[in-house]
């Protein structure tokens, strides 16, 4: 059974950082793009930021961008997600995604196997 398992969110004031994990089980990402997406509360899935399967291309959604940092350790098969300056409207469920490709995804349709997700609040 693949599964995406992330951690690491939780309750933080504005300004704060956090930074989330995505491990895997029962396959390896290494060769595979990852990304991040969120979702807030009646509102569609949104992506964050994505990174290739060596982790030497990335890209990120404007609304994080120079904020948010996604890395991978492919030796520990874990994908994180560096969060700092944290915002109150970066509020959502954050949820992990491997794609069947090498390189990076920004679209949901890219997709084919996501984590469950953890939760992100930030009070203002």
């Known amino acids: 059974q693949v599964q995406l398992v992330e951690s690491g969110g939780g309750l933080v004031q504005a300004g704060g950082s956090l930074r989330l994990s995505c491990a895997a089980s029962?396959?390896?990402?290494?060769?595979?793009?990852m990304g991040w997406f969120r979702q807030a509360p009646g509102k569609g899935r949104e992506f964050v930021a994505a990174i290739n399967w060596s982790g030497g291309s990335t890209s990120y959604g404007n609304s994080v961008k120079g904020r948010f940092t996604i890395n991978r350790d492919n030796a520990k098969n874990t994908v994180y997600l560096q969060m700092n300056r944290l915002k109150p409207e970066d509020t959502a469920i954050y949820y992990c995604a491997a794609r069947d490709y090498a390189n990076i995804g920004t679209l949901y349709s890219q997709y084919r196997l996501w984590g469950q997700g953890t939760q992100v609040t930030v009070s203002s």
């Open positions: 029962g396959r390896t990402l290494s060769n595979y793009g």
